[in-house]
């Protein structure tokens, strides 16, 4: 996307006082699977992020959950966009909001340095906590062509 990336343009939509709707909901769709990107984006104030190859089943699951579920927007500092805490979890006070634990689990990039990819249900997840992932015959990975 040229002049602008889509990170980019979300935030000018969310941020910029000539918006003229700074509460659209937005689906980025794009070959981005790399944690850092998908992370960014949601700091950006991205609604969903769906990756390519992208499946009829996958985008309507996204959309839906724009409808079905929309959630309400938050301005935090510099960031406006919609809440990213929607899992029913106290706040034990030894953790800040806001701030990614990195987890073992999951690390940024994997054992030979190349960066972490992630696949649909795990960004899914990332976007949608309290959504359980749909069962699928492929895997993790949501790149049939339904």
Do not use: C, W
Request: aromatic share 6%.
């Amino acid at each position: 996307m040229q002049p602008l990336t889509g990170i980019e343009l979300t935030k000018r939509i969310r941020t910029s006082p000539d918006s003229t709707n700074v509460f659209v909901p937005i689906i980025m769709i794009t070959a981005f699977r790399e944690r850092e990107h998908v992370f960014k984006a949601r700091d950006a104030g991205v609604t969903e992020y769906v990756v390519k190859p992208v499946s009829p089943k996958s985008l309507f699951s996204r959309i839906d959950a724009v409808i079905e579920r929309p959630r309400q927007f938050v301005r935090v500092g510099e960031f406006f966009g919609p809440d990213r805490r929607r899992q029913n979890k106290g706040y034990s006070g030894d953790e800040r909001r806001g701030q990614d634990k990195p987890d073992e689990k999951s690390p940024s990039a994997d054992t030979a340095g190349k960066p972490r990819e992630m696949g649909q249900d795990e960004i899914n997840t990332t976007f949608n906590p309290d959504d359980k992932p749909e069962p699928s015959s492929s895997g993790s990975k949501d790149t049939s062509a339904d």
